[in-house]
């Protein structure tokens, strides 16, 4: 055959690894079908698949084997053919179906193919005939209306004039004004927002900023960038992403949350306005299709959201910003388990431009890869206008008794200073991490906890709803029901929630507003934004809350932060347990004083000799790492090895236990045969989860731990491929962890 006949590869959206080749239906080229949903014969059956790339003759095949393309589904493609490399990379690295990787990534009105654009009719004067005097008043009305301004859609109209689309019509039909259909977008902000004017940098920044600029456009250069909070690297952020699109490049910027998106979004609109997108798990299906497709589009150049913002259809990028990048929510769980903050990475590299992970407490992982020259390491060492750090007061909770000897969770210490910050007409934060009214519920006859039936987990007291509930599944069982073994009615409640604090902080200081927030009171779309507003405008005096308010808000009057136990994180079966309090604490207290006014932190503990808490205290990143990368080396945990978890789950407690018992057995073989295994991998169990048991199923899991990545990685494909599916069958599910984060 002399010239060569092009093909196109295919993803198909069924479980099964690899893409495959198939021929463009007559009369489109191959180019104009990358990146569209398409129909394909597979085996015996039709299935839909994303055309990925063109790709050219390959000797091997005979093309009467090569079938064709059945149906193109789309019209303009969903995502560029530079995303090709970054999702077989993924497909590769996290063991997952390329198809399945593509599915993930798109948003979900796209997925069902249901969602359309919103149309909006536009008119304008067709400036042919000029319409007489005699029209009816409507039509008047809208005439001059569309004489006072060039075109206005017929929503706009609509508002001067009711019956507008009537109106319409009639002038449509004798071609006084010309009809036209657009796009419209819907906006999610709602909020009216002014520009900005740029701040002059500081010295620290202009440093930062220059030797950022300096790698711009020459190729994949990580910078992890380290300052307190307030310290100004969102302002550093925005610089660099204007230099960027300045240099007609487009700029992703990823952030944990939707609250936290939120503020990020404020700022960047106030200085880039329109060409701004958002996406992000708030937004409706038919939001977020909007936003894909002004990116599809290229009406936008910067695009902030949430992890899955990672898969925006962006291409010539060249500035990927990862705020708050220690952050735990960039690790997606369940379904493709994939880190944004370290995909986040890998696009940069692929996109060849420049990634700038931000935070006050970088992850020990990123921290260690400055340490080794892998990433460029800066720093702001003060905060803006030189605000001070707030001080930070210990209270030994192990000392802290009332008369009664009863333990008591508000201290005279803490009291006081709320006391005193109320009368100052100030605002107090007070952090708990643990929703509910109380810990644990137990049985005061023979000492058994309220469990949940589906899970092996403890369930709290929820006051506002009368009822104990799982944090894990949302089983629910009425409070008044009694213990589950001996029928006692006596549970006394052992331990502390955010309800409890609440209602506490509610008797001591009646005349206060207080608020709660955690994700018992913010079920409701828009609820994080309407809280976070009342406390910026002072509607309330004293907010609880969970983690949700550990992250990045700035509320100048909020100057005492109330830590009320600072332990409850500190204990967990997980290696990165210090790691997660120090994050969370040095975040919470970062929270106090912001504005003019020195804040002040009451930190309360059992550990106060601990140092995590006494690096929390100082606000010093590198004396928590000095200590906590001790452990890390003794133990040979990340970021000295790499892991793998092999999770098996199911409904049969026998059947799981065995399942992963046999692929145990699996892994010891492959070792046992393979010099190489022997010298490289690790495995650790099979044993059960800490947690054993959620929602209905019982967990087991296997974790391959290593040196070097390639090693385990290699080893748990060939467990996965060669045993797990034979072994397991349909009733257990076994999936694959790759840098697994959630150790319980
Ligand atoms: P971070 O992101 O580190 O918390 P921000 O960028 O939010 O810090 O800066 C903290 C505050 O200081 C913000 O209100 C910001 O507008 C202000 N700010 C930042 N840089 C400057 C500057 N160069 N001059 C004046 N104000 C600044
Ligand atoms: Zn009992
Ligand atoms: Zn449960």
Redesign the pocket.
């Known amino acids: 055959m002399s010239n060569s006949l092009k093909y196109i590869e295919v993803a198909v959206d069924l479980p099964v690894y690899g893409t495959f080749t198939y021929m463009a239906p007559d009369g489109i080229s191959e180019g104009l079908l990358e990146g569209k949903r398409v129909v394909v014969p597979f085996g015996q059956r039709r299935t839909t698949g994303y055309a990925l790339c063109e790709s050219e003759y390959k000797n091997e095949y005979d093309d009467k084997e090569i079938k064709s393309i059945s149906d193109v589904l789309d019209k303009t493609p969903l995502f560029p053919s530079s995303m090709v490399p970054f999702f077989k990379w993924i497909s590769d690295y996290y063991i997952y179906p390329i198809g399945a990787v593509i599915k993930a990534a798109l948003p979900g009105g796209i997925r069902s193919g249901k969602t359309k654009t919103k149309m909006e009719s536009y008119i304008c004067l067709s400036g042919c005939g000029t319409p007489d005097d005699k029209l009816p008043l409507s039509h008047k009305k809208v005439v001059d209306c569309l004489l006072s301004c060039e075109e206005m859609s017929l929503k706009c109209l609509k508002e001067y004039v009711p019956n507008a689309a009537k109106a319409v019509k009639a002038l449509n039909k004798k071609g006084y004004v010309i009809t036209s259909q657009r796009p419209v977008y819907h906006d999610p902000f709602g909020e009216e927002i002014n520009p900005d004017i740029a701040?002059?940098?500081?010295q620290e920044?202009e440093n930062i900023i220059s030797s950022v600029l300096s790698c711009i456009g020459k190729g994949f250069s990580p910078f992890l960038l380290t300052?307190?909070?307030?310290?100004?690297?969102?302002?550093?952020?925005?610089k660099l992403a204007s230099a960027a699109v300045n240099q007609g490049c487009s700029v992703l910027v990823l952030v944990p949350e939707i609250a936290l998106i939120s503020q990020m979004e404020k700022?960047f609109r106030a200085r880039f306005g329109e060409c701004v997108a958002i996406l992000h798990s708030g937004l409706s299906s038919g939001e977020k299709f909007d936003q894909w497709s002004r990116i599809t589009y290229k009406k936008t150049s910067i695009v902030i959201g949430a992890r899955s913002a990672l898969f925006a259809p962006l291409e010539n990028i060249g500035l990927i910003v990862v705020?708050e990048e220690h952050d735990p929510s960039y690790k997606q769980e369940g379904g493709l388990r994939y880190n944004a903050r370290d995909l986040a990475v890998v696009r940069a590299k692929l996109e060849n431009c420049i990634v700038l992970l931000?935070s006050?407490t970088p992850s020990v992982q990123s921290y260690q890869n400055v340490l080794s020259n892998k990433f460029n390491g800066l720093t702001?060492t003060r905060?803006?206008?030189n605000r001070m750090l707030p001080d930070v007061d210990i209270v030994d909770l192990k000392h802290n008794r009332d008369s009664r000897g009863m333990r008591r969770f508000l201290s005279q210490k803490l009291i006081d200073g709320i006391k005193n910050t109320l009368f100052r007409d100030e605002q107090v934060l007070l952090f708990l991490n643990r929703r509910g009214f109380a810990g644990f519920p137990v049985c005061s006859v023979c000492g058994e906890a309220v469990k949940c039936k589906n899970c092996d987990i403890t369930l709290t007291l929820h006051k506002t709803s009368n009822a104990y509930k799982c944090h894990y599944c949302g089983y629910a069982k009425e409070a008044g029901s009694g213990c589950g073994k001996c029928g006692s009615l006596a549970i006394k409640l052992i331990g502390l929630g955010t309800e409890k604090v609440e209602a506490a902080v509610k008797s001591l200081f009646p005349k206060a507003r207080v608020a709660r927030m955690d994700s018992d009171t913010t079920l409701r779309k828009g609820s994080v934004l309407k809280i976070l507003k009342d406390l910026s405008e002072h509607n309330i005096d004293i907010l609880i809350g969970t983690q949700m308010v550990a992250k990045?808000h700035?509320y100048p009057n909020i100057t005492l932060v109330g830590i009320i136990c600072a332990d409850l994180s500190l204990s967990f079966p997980d290696f990165r347990a210090c790691e997660r309090t120090f994050q969370l604490l040095a975040q919470v207290a970062g929270r106090a004083g912001?504005g003019d006014s020195k804040g002040r932190v009451i930190l309360q503990t059992y550990n106060p000799d601990h140092f995590t808490i006494l690096s929390a205290k100082k606000q010093d990143y590198k004396s928590f790492y000095e200590n906590e990368i001790i452990y890390r080396k003794e133990l040979n945990y990340p970021p000295f090895s790499k892991m793998i978890m092999i999770r098996l789950s199911g409904k049969d407690k026998q059947r799981t236990q065995a399942c992963a018992k046999a692929l145990g057995k699996c892994c010891n073989d492959l070792k046992a045969g393979n010099i190489s295994f022997q010298k490289s991998v690790i495995v650790l169990g099979p044993v059960e989860a800490s947690i054993s048991k959620i929602a209905g199923k019982y967990r087991w899991q296997i974790l391959l731990k290593g040196d070097s990545f390639n090693s385990i990685h290699q080893f748990a494909e060939k467990i996965f491929f060669e045993n797990a599916n034979k072994i397991c069958g349909k009733d257990v599910s076994v999936v694959i962890d790759v840098d697994p984060y959630l150790m319980m």
């Not at 701040?199 to 500081?202: E, F, I």
């Not at 300052?227 to 925005?238: A, D, Q, W």
């Open positions: 701040p002059v940098p500081t920044q300052g307190v909070t307030g310290s100004g690297k969102t302002e550093v952020y925005m700022r705020d931000g006050a702001l905060r803006i206008e990045g700035d912001r």
